[in-house]
């Protein structure tokens, strides 16, 4: 089971990974440790997108920490410029923070083709083999089609979807959906919401009905508010995700697309600009394509 998630993750940001590793495999970590070899490092590091900031803070911490170590080798510099990433994600991680109460509520927020409902639909699988029982809020009432496509995850999953008419008010879909898991004792409702976002103000009024509609049920919930960001859109998603910081209390992010794209580097900055956890990753359009991001197995997939 382990073992084929570590496959399933180093499958899925290949293209990352292409990319840090063939830099690295044309510079050869199996040379002497020269200015050359800290300059390739950088070019790569730029390539796969980590950012000016975060790439000058690794390799001078390369520099600096290669001399104190007396470090020659270049597969030694390897091991440190692993130890490094590692060092940066450690703390950027964390499970969903269940309260039991029934139901616990999960939101999903993020723009337009981020991948909020496919993460949805990838969650509620997860979940759902952990014996949780799900529901989900077809609160995307903008298009009829956000509401047929999240429909077409609970025939996948197998998991009960409370919807109303295109055009309705999202908190009522959500007050509905919520009620009918309560009264059936169901454990958690997963929200599917629209991506608009025509100005701050705007999201922050609707982000604030949405909770306001929530709490009337239990002061605790949302016991998460995942934030979906497009991978593959990499640091241009952090300026986006800062707004809906602003307008929410934002738990958790999701990185989707990671299994097609270059910029996969952008995990690092959007790590420690943050400051909010990556809770999943996702690396796929199948059911089993959404992980809990493990920074360990993500470092090592990425050198593996
Ligand atoms: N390759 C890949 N595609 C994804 C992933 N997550 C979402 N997508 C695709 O991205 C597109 C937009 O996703 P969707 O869930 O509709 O986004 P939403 O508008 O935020 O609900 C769809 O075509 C999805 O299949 C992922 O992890 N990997
Ligand atoms: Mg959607």
């Given at each position: 089971m382990f073992k084929s998630m570590f496959e399933k993750i180093k499958k899925g940001i290949e293209k990352t990974k292409r990319q840090l590793i063939e830099g690295f495999s044309s510079i050869s970590f199996g040379r002497k440790v020269d200015e050359s070899l800290f300059e390739d490092i950088e070019a790569v590091l730029l390539k796969a997108d980590v950012g000016v900031k975060s790439t000058k803070e690794i390799v001078s911490f390369l520099r600096q920490e290669s001399k104190r170590r007396k470090i020659t080798e270049g597969q030694e510099l390897k091991e440190l410029l692993k130890e490094k990433l590692y060092d940066i994600l450690k703390d950027c991680k964390g499970d969903i923070r269940f309260t039991g109460e029934k139901p616990d509520v999960i939101l999903f927020l993020g723009?337009?083709?981020?991948?909020k409902t496919t993460s949805a639909g990838k969650l509620a699988y997860l979940l759902k083999k952990d014996g949780y029982s799900v529901v989900f809020a077809a609160a995307d009432t903008f298009r009829a089609a956000a509401i047929d496509q999240l429909e077409v995850w609970s025939e996948r999953v197998g998991v009960r979807m409370i919807k109303h008419q295109s055009g309705a008010d999202p908190s009522a879909v959500m007050f509905d959906a919520i009620n009918s898991a309560k009264s059936r004792g169901e454990d958690i409702v997963i929200v599917d919401t629209a991506g608009?976002?025509?100005t701050k103000e705007h999201l922050m009024k609707e982000l604030q009905k949405i909770k306001r509609t929530i709490q009337k049920f239990s002061?605790?919930?949302?016991i998460e508010t995942l934030l979906v960001l497009d991978g593959t859109i990499g640091q241009n998603s952090i300026n986006q995700a800062k707004t809906f910081r602003e307008a929410a209390d934002v738990s958790g992010i999701v990185i989707t697309k990671l299994d097609g794209?270059?910029?996969?580097?952008?995990i690092i900055p959007i790590c420690k600009e943050l400051?909010?956890?990556?809770k999943f990753i996702g690396?796929?359009?199948?059911?089993?394509?959404?992980q809990p991001f493990n920074p360990k197995e993500f470092v090592d997939a990425l050198f593996d």
């Open positions: 723009i337009n083709g981020s991948g608009r976002l025509h002061p605790n919930q949302p794209t270059t910029k996969g580097g952008a400051g909010i956890p990556v690396v796929g359009e199948n059911l089993d394509d959404l």
